[in-house]
């Protein structure tokens, strides 16, 4: 079973993020912890498909670096961190501790905070995996810089990227055209979505000429094919 840990000391908040998660993923088994002491020891304890966090709990401004820190000795378990901090701030400092994403309170609504935690979801399970791809692909929605291909610098215009990270987001799985057309701000047709993938595959075989990690599936989208060796 799937099991994920809310780490946030504003009772009301964690238990609205406790029905966003349940909702969105029936059957998944949520943890609650209040306090910095509390959520070290379950981080320790538990191996957690996903965490996600708030930096303040009760008067320590940054019980949620430390415990991110804690998180990061296990090493392999996604956090989105969720806070009240500005993100042109936090986000950075947030990427620095291998922090997975950042939402800023107050600045979100239901469907942002259950996309990105899907796609944690994902991420957390790609990493566990056994998938060729998935180790040979590099995707940062924080640092929002060029995708990596197997060490190598892939050179995409924004909206190819934004179709790739939604490709990669659910790997192994169709993504649809219509799913594809919310990550393009223009031109949100079949044939302008075959155009962008056809780019991204000339890209990816500048750096290998063998490269077939996308699948096209006809009459319904495309897929990122997951290797398993």
């Given at each position: 079973m799937v099991s994920v840990a809310i780490i946030e000391d504003d009772v009301p908040t964690s238990n609205q993020l406790k029905e966003w998660i349940e909702?969105?993923?029936?059957?998944?088994?949520?943890?609650?912890?209040?306090?910095?002491?509390?959520?070290?020891?379950a981080v320790a304890r538990e191996r957690y498909d996903a965490v996600v966090l708030d930096i303040e709990l009760g008067r320590e401004r940054n019980a949620g670096v430390a415990i991110i820190n804690a998180i990061n000795k296990r090493g392999g378990i996604p956090v989105l961190v969720v806070s009240a901090m500005p993100a042109a701030i936090y986000r950075s400092i947030m990427k620095a501790l291998d922090a997975w994403d950042?939402?800023?309170?107050?600045?979100?609504?239901?469907a942002d905070f259950v996309e990105t935690f899907l796609e944690l979801l994902r991420k957390g399970a790609a990493r566990?995996?056994?998938?060729?791809?998935?180790?040979?692909?590099?995707l940062d929605p924080l640092r929002q810089g060029a995708p990596l291909w197997r060490?190598?610098?892939?050179?995409?215009?924004?909206?190819?990227?934004?179709?790739?990270?939604?490709?990669?987001?659910k790997r192994g799985e169709v993504v649809s055209y219509e799913e594809l057309f919310r990550v393009i701000k223009s031109g949100r047709?079949?044939?302008?979505?075959?155009?962008?993938?056809?780019?991204?595959?000339?890209?990816?075989?500048?750096?290998?000429?063998?490269?077939?990690?996308?699948?096209?599936?006809?009459?319904r989208g495309f897929r990122w094919v997951v290797r398993i060796p």
């Open positions: 909702a969105a993923r029936p059957g998944i088994r949520v943890h609650q912890w209040f306090d910095r002491d509390d959520a070290e020891r950042y939402l800023q309170k107050t600045t979100f609504e239901q566990s995996g056994p998938s060729r791809h998935a180790s040979e692909l590099s060490g190598q610098r892939v050179n995409l215009p924004l909206t190819a990227q934004r179709i790739l990270a939604a490709l990669d987001a047709n079949r044939d302008n979505v075959r155009k962008h993938v056809g780019a991204i595959r000339e890209a990816f075989r500048e750096i290998d000429p063998e490269f077939d990690g996308i699948e096209n599936v006809p009459m």
